[in-house]
């Protein structure tokens, strides 16, 4: 896709005509945010793992079926730490995303910001066909 390879050359600081040019300062301190966001995803991908893991875990399915009445609540729980982690991810995102952008100048943030919108609303576009075609 042609908008993917224009973010990747961006990225890796690649002159394309489209994107303005990374500084080497720049792409050290992306580089840097990389890193800790990575680690980040990590810890959350642990928590979601460990959560998902709860719910078939035999001494929470056996404890759901002898106390039937407390089931809900147990279920409450978990849905409420499960929608924790996902609150941490979205909080992951746009903490790296305004990262990003103060690490640019204003002319780079904003061809940023433009190919990662035509990004997702072609992978949405994408989403779209692909279950068309499959509920047909």
Known sequence: MEIESHL???LQGIKTG???GLT???MTVIDKLQTKTIQEE???CSKLASLQEDIVDQPLASKMMKDHENA???FDKHSHNMATVMEEAD???MKTLKQIVSILIPAQAVEYLA???KIRLSLKQWGKKRDHEHNN
């Open 24 to 26: 080497t300062a720049q």
């Open 91 to 93: 909080k992951l995102r």
């Open 72 to 74: 809900d609540e147990d």
């Open 42 to 44: 990590r810890k959350l």
């Open 115 to 117: 190919a990662a919108k």
């Open 18 to 20: 489209e994107f303005h």
């Open 8 to 10: 990747t050359e961006f």
